[in-house]
């Protein structure tokens, strides 16, 4: 299979010209792996046309340097004395024409590119060009204004690749580019490698179509009493799913219960969620409850989760308290007794889901069991980029128990995304006194580098491995130069977290578990068994990256999970 960039074109959903390109695509795929194949489907995102230079909409670069320039012309053209004309409502265009002026501008291009580099002049491109038709038969090639045998129309699309192999083979002639000044010309001109600004922007939107089958999967599913248990890896599409059934309940004008465990998780959906939606975590839930019954909770007492606790535990709603839909989040860190108190909540004829994730129990609690219940499992990870858990997931492997291992090797990495790379960097810690300043400097180092990248700092999130309580990064206000915005470990008169001015976002995996960032610089890895809380952690931060994941591990670590793989740099 040759080569494709940029990449992630198999996961896109086009129709109309853009489909024809991508349907093209397939095509020249199977071009022989050492070619380079060259597109522009992915500006139809930008701009109404595929095209990626000119009218040139796909370039193939030979491995003996050679390129191939093809322009597809879909649909019915017009054959005229002055050549083949296509016609765009009102406008005519010379396809001859088109071709040419595309072949002059790369050549000019590349000439003032060489000597603005001061590199040798006198080498150029070696380029062949081809007229890709295939939903027309030239009647007449000799009056086509371009070389016969330069055109693929339909009666020889089926040839497309033969041809295009046989047009690249001969050796190009003395003084042309090799193929890797080629690519470097080509990556430079045309902006292979996407703005990481637009690439994210990109990025989420198609994660968010391609993980929304989940949501349209669990919600096509109809049977009495509606009891469903997703079990879905990360990036799978579960928060897609829960603000479906929450929108759908809306819209339906039946009361919506979410619960989750994590506050910061809850504080997201809540943001996004419709209008009137109960939000909360189990211990919001029970501050609400106690606020209802005229009990203000007392923030600063020592047993204050406890009473939050049991004032959901103890509840008993009568059926006016209770919900149309209750949707249970992070449901592998629910309790039996918090999933009873749970359930408490929904009406006998409503819907209930609970949505999970064995590989992010964090808390090493045992599955609650929910007898009855449909489960629809989920394995598919639409936002980590697809290099990215084909690394993370052999490394994991390594210390995950049998159990575990099998739910990592149930994982398929779907993301439009690849060839992000993982970034690893490790810090010295032989040397207690100077440990923490090595670990300092290299996570800065990391930062620097994802801004250097493009990032801005509100797309970067600095997760720590270690727990609040043992991690040294969350006493700061400011890793050199850059702020840091973290939880200060207290709430305001409300019962909201507070947080330090920053625009880093300095979090735990615990709190920043079901969220997703950008670029995320995983630090603080630190460990020396490499056991299944160790790969669970791991797993957790490494799949909250949607472009970008960067790791920072102590010596001592990276000897002990990277051995016999990867390389620290």
Request: negative net charge; glycine residues 8%; proline residues 5%.
């Amino acid at each position: 299979m040759a080569r494709i960039l940029p990449d992630g074109w198999e996961a896109l959903d086009f129709n109309g010209s853009a489909l024809r390109e991508i349907e093209t695509l397939r095509v020249l795929a199977a071009l022989p792996d050492d070619c380079t194949v060259i597109h522009g489907v992915h500006w139809t995102r930008i701009e109404h046309g595929c095209s990626i230079y000119g009218e040139i909409d796909f370039i193939v670069v030979a491995p003996n340097g050679r390129i191939l320039l093809i322009e597809q012309k879909s649909g019915f053209l017009d054959e005229t004395p002055d050549g083949l004309v296509k016609v765009y409502g009102a406008l005519r265009k010379k396809v001859a024409s088109q071709i040419l002026r595309s072949v002059e501008s790369l050549m000019t291009r590349y000439a003032q590119t060489r000597r603005g580099r001061n590199a040798t002049p006198e080498t150029r491109l070696s380029i062949d060009y081809l007229l890709y038709c295939p939903d027309y038969h030239v009647r007449d090639a000799s009056r086509a204004g371009i070389a016969p045998e330069r055109i693929v129309d339909a009666s020889r699309a089926t040839q497309l690749v033969a041809l295009i192999v046989d047009l690249l083979s001969p050796t190009p002639v003395a003084g042309s580019a090799d193929a890797a000044t080629a690519l470097r010309f080509f990556s430079d001109e045309l902006s292979i490698v996407a703005d990481v600004g637009t690439l994210i922007g990109r990025t989420d939107a198609w994660v968010t179509r391609l993980s929304a089958g989940l949501a349209r999967s669990a919600t096509q599913l109809d049977f009495t009493p509606f009891r469903l248990r997703v079990r879905g890896t990360a990036g799978s599409g579960k928060t897609q799913l829960a603000l479906r059934v929450l929108t759908d309940a809306a819209e339906a004008g039946r009361s919506a219960l979410y619960l989750c465990y994590n506050r910061p998780l809850a504080d997201h959906v809540a943001r996004i969620a419709p209008q009137g939606t109960i939000v909360a975590t189990f211990h919001n839930f029970g501050d609400r409850l106690l606020k209802a019954s005229g009990n203000d909770p007392d923030f600063a007492a020592p047993d204050l989760y406890a009473r939050l606790e049991a004032a959901v535990t103890d509840a008993r709603p009568d059926n006016g308290q209770r919900y149309d839909v209750l949707i249970v989040d992070e449901g592998q860190d629910f309790t039996p007794a918090w999933r009873d108190a749970a359930l408490r909540f929904v009406k006998a004829e409503g819907q209930a889901y609970w949505l999970e994730d064995p590989l992010q129990n964090l808390y090493g609690r045992d599955p609650v069991a929910l007898d009855g219940w449909v489960t629809l499992k989920a394995d598919v990870n639409y936002r980590s980029p697809r290099d990215i858990v084909d690394a993370i997931v052999p490394l994991l492997m390594r210390g995950a128990s049998p159990s575990t291992a099998e739910l990592l090797q149930s994982i398929e990495a779907a993301s439009p995304l690849s060839g992000s790379e993982l970034d690893i960097a490790t810090w010295q810690d032989s040397d207690p006194e100077t440990a923490t300043r090595a670990l300092f400097d290299v996570t800065m180092r990391a930062i620097t580098k994802a801004l250097a990248a493009g990032y801005r700092r509100s797309d970067i999130v600095l997760l720590t491995f270690a727990g609040r309580d043992h991690s040294k990064l969350l006493g700061l206000d400011a890793l050199g130069p850059h702020a840091l915005r973290r939880f200060d470990g207290t709430y305001d008169l409300f019962g909201n977290p507070v947080y330090t001015d920053g625009e880093v976002l300095a979090e735990t995996i615990y709190r920043f578990k079901g969220q997703s960032a950008p670029c995320v610089i995983f630090t603080e890895i630190d460990f020396e068994t490499f056991d299944e809380k160790a790969v669970r952690k791991l797993f957790v931060g490494a799949t909250r990256a949607t472009t970008k994941l960067m790791l920072v591990i102590s010596e001592r670590t990276a000897r002990i999970c990277l051995a016999g793989g990867g390389a620290a740099q």
